[in-house]
């Protein structure tokens, strides 16, 4: 049995970070858009990095490894295209699909940001695009299990929205500042329809 580890998150949400201590600690191969990017001298467009990303998934996943594809992945359609993709190739080993989701207030993601170096460091105008854009993963995409990394690293969030979700045995008070998203609305939905579909499955 191998496992598929997903990103989610907006830029300096911890998503890297995380991955390369996970990497490092349990010896799975650490899949990174940004260090793709890093071996390129030349801008190399995001088509490309996704499908280098693709193929190196692909080959560690055939030859038995598990694998942390770490980009934002904020899209639904991307993360199900995903799935579906490694779930056609032919791999000898059970595949556990894992969702790892990094929040974080808006504030502090660019405040981090602003202290990354030349490329790494992204617009403010394409992170409040993101985060508007950004659909909260749910159990239907085709996740064995998601989990939620908060990293607000004791700042206090300017709460519009707070749920307490159950994920595994554990409760977690998940806060979520919703600045960006269409509506809070929305975002509650995603969430509450993520959270009632993980406990149905567990029942």
Not at 89 to 117: G, S
């Amino acid at each position: 049995m191998v496992e598929l580890i997903v990103t989610v998150g907006p830029p300096a949400s911890g998503k890297s970070t995380w991955a390369q201590k996970m990497s490092e600690r349990e010896g799975y191969a650490w899949v990174s858009s940004d260090n793709i990017r890093k071996n390129y001298e030349y801008n190399i467009s995001n088509t490309d990095v996704f499908s280098e990303m693709f193929e190196v998934t692909k080959t560690n996943l055939k030859e038995g490894a598990s694998v942390i594809y770490d980009a934002t992945n904020l899209s639904m359609k991307r993360r199900v295209n995903l799935i579906s993709n490694i779930k056609q190739l032919t791999i000898n080993n059970i595949i556990l699909f894992r969702c790892e989701v990094f929040v974080a207030p808006v504030d502090l993601l660019k405040e981090r940001n602003a202290q990354r170096i030349d490329a790494n460091c992204v617009p403010e105008a394409v992170i409040d695009r993101m985060i508007k854009n950004f659909e909260f993963p749910q159990y239907f995409e085709g996740w064995d299990f998601i989990n939620i990394n908060d990293n607000s690293v004791g700042k206090e969030f300017h709460l519009n929205s707070m749920i307490i979700a159950l994920w595994g045995r554990q409760i977690y008070l998940i806060t979520v500042k919703m600045h960006g998203l269409h509506s809070l609305i929305q975002a509650e939905r995603a969430l509450v329809c993520c959270i009632v579909e993980h406990m149905q499955r567990r029942a």
